[in-house]
């Protein structure tokens, strides 16, 4: 097949939005759809061809149309006679609320009643039937003949059917002007003169406001048709996304984590040897606040001369030790001498405790 049957991806769209939106069905297709089957396209047009808006074949729209024309004008001739039924039992309605109404005059009566008994008598012949189509016995034995003799007379027929035509077209104006207060408001001030000519033009407005409709509602699918393709569109951005953020979870996250680890544990670090140095801080500033100039100096004095005693004793011990060296010999008086030098020890090593804890006190 030659190179020109395929269709491009711009034309492909073109027929998606063209057929796809009007006549077929709608289709969720992508341009990537269109290029894995390049004869979609082409089928798609080639069936366009041969069917209406509405996805019909053109012969059975047209059977189709022929079908509703006659439905129409059934329905127009069965409007007709339901329109004249209605407004003559509304007729009867209203005459019997107006009984009590004493206004009434002769003429009204005779036509009421004369225009009552020629509907009943052609309805009750209407249910009746043909004669020579009946197989089983009329209702009570009653025959059109009967119910014939039972018509107004003639003359009376004729007045009623004259003065008929005129009430008929007076409840119609009515209607109309209802009909025409109830789709425009502010028409009901204006002159029975400006009402029939509004009326005139009423189906007009009608036909176009119910065209505007169609034109509204055939709009409102074309955009569901849209809405139905960007939400497909939208949906499968969303899964390549969510797609490729679980990928980068995998691959990135367990490579940056030991490095953001390693990061923490530095900060961690770095804010324990702060809190190390801001609790020294805290510590040499109670000392300070504890130890003045004076208390200070008069530690350096006690401990001066406490390291002088030391001192001094330690020479004493050492004069007893050469003393106890040269004596040892000697018996009780060695004995005291060691005694001597036990009780000298002592007191050193008690001065010697009383300047360590004087040093830890002052430090």
Request: proline share 3%; with cysteine.
């Amino acid at each position: 097949m030659a190179s020109g049957d395929f269709c491009s991806p711009g034309e492909g769209m073109e027929i998606l939005q063209q057929v796809c939106s009007k006549q077929l069905p709608p289709c969720n297709l992508s341009e990537e759809d269109l290029l894995q089957n390049p004869y979609f396209s082409k089928l798609l047009l080639s069936l366009s061809q041969h069917v209406d808006e509405s996805g019909l074949s053109l012969t059975l729209a047209k059977e189709q149309a022929q079908a509703w024309k006659e439905v129409r004008l059934h329905k127009t001739t069965w409007l007709r006679s339901e329109i004249l039924q209605r407004i003559i039992q509304e007729l009867l309605v209203d005459y019997y609320v107006k009984t009590q109404d004493t206004n009434l005059t002769s003429e009204d009566k005779k036509f009421h009643e004369t225009l009552e008994q020629r509907l009943l008598v052609t309805e009750l012949t209407r249910l009746l039937g043909p004669s020579q189509e009946r197989e089983i016995p009329p209702l009570l034995g009653l025959e059109k003949a009967d119910l014939l003799e039972l018509m107004p007379p003639s003359e009376d027929f004729v007045w009623m059917r004259a003065r008929l035509q005129l009430e008929v077209e007076e409840q119609l104006k009515k209607k109309c002007f209802t009909l025409l207060c109830y789709h425009d408001p502010n028409s009901d001030a204006d002159s029975e003169t400006l009402k029939a000519a509004k009326v005139w033009k009423l189906a007009e407005v009608l036909v176009g406001e119910k065209q505007q409709c169609q034109e509204a509602k055939s709009q409102q699918k074309e955009q569901m048709v849209l809405l139905e393709k960007k939400s497909a569109t939208y949906s499968q951005v969303l899964l390549r996304c969510l797609t490729l953020l679980q990928r980068l979870l995998q691959e990135h996250r367990l490579q940056t984590q030991s490095e953001l680890d390693r990061i923490n544990a530095q900060y961690l670090e770095i804010k324990c040897s702060a809190m190390i140095l801001k609790l020294r801080m805290e510590e040499l500033k109670i000392l300070s606040d504890t130890y003045t100039a004076e208390k200070v100096e008069i530690h350096r004095l006690i401990r001066d001369r406490l390291e002088g005693a030391i001192r001094l004793q330690e020479q004493d011990m050492e004069k007893s030790r050469q003393v106890l060296n040269t004596y040892e010999v000697l018996g009780e008086e060695f004995d005291r001498l060691v005694k001597e030098y036990t009780q000298l020890k002592q007191a050193t090593e008690n001065k010697r405790w009383a300047l360590q804890e004087f040093n830890k006190a002052y430090h």
